[in-house]
C-alpha cells in the first residue's frame, strides 16, 4: 500500500482512482491550455483582417512619427507642411479648372 501526504494507507484501488484524477485535472489543465491559444490566435487574426482597425493603427502610428518629426525639426516639419498644402491646392485647382472647362 502507498501513503498520502497525510500518513494514512491508500488500496490499490485510491491509487488508480487517484491516478485517474491526476490525469482528468492535467486533461483540463490542457484544454484550459488549448482554448486560451485557440482564443489568441483568433484574436490575432481578427487584428489581421480587421480593415478598419489596421487603417486606426497605421494613421496613429503616422500621426505619432509626423508629431515627432514636428517636434525634433520645426522647420523642416513647417516646410514639409507648406509644400503638402501647396501640392493639395494645386490639385484643387487643376480639377476645378477641368470640370468648368467642360461644361
Not at 497525510?6 to 491509487?15: E, F, H, K, Y
Not at 489543465?29 to 490566435?41: K, L, V, Y
Not at 520645426?74 to 485647382?93: D, K
Request: net charge positive.
Amino acid at each position: 500500500m502507498t501513503t498520502t501526504e497525510t500518513g494514512r494507507a491508500l488500496a490499490p484501488r485510491d491509487t488508480k482512482t487517484r491516478e485517474r484524477n491526476l490525469t482528468r485535472l492535467q486533461a483540463k489543465q490542457n484544454s484550459t491550455r488549448a482554448r486560451a491559444e485557440f482564443a489568441a490566435t483568433l484574436n490575432a487574426l481578427e487584428d489581421k483582417l480587421n480593415v478598419p482597425k489596421q487603417v486606426r493603427k497605421s494613421t496613429a502610428r503616422l500621426r505619432a512619427r509626423a508629431q515627432r518629426f514636428a517636434d525634433e525639426q520645426p522647420g523642416p516639419a513647417l516646410a514639409a507642411a507648406v509644400g503638402v498644402v501647396a501640392v493639395v491646392g494645386v490639385t484643387v485647382w487643376l480639377v476645378v479648372r477641368a470640370v468648368v472647362d467642360d461644361k
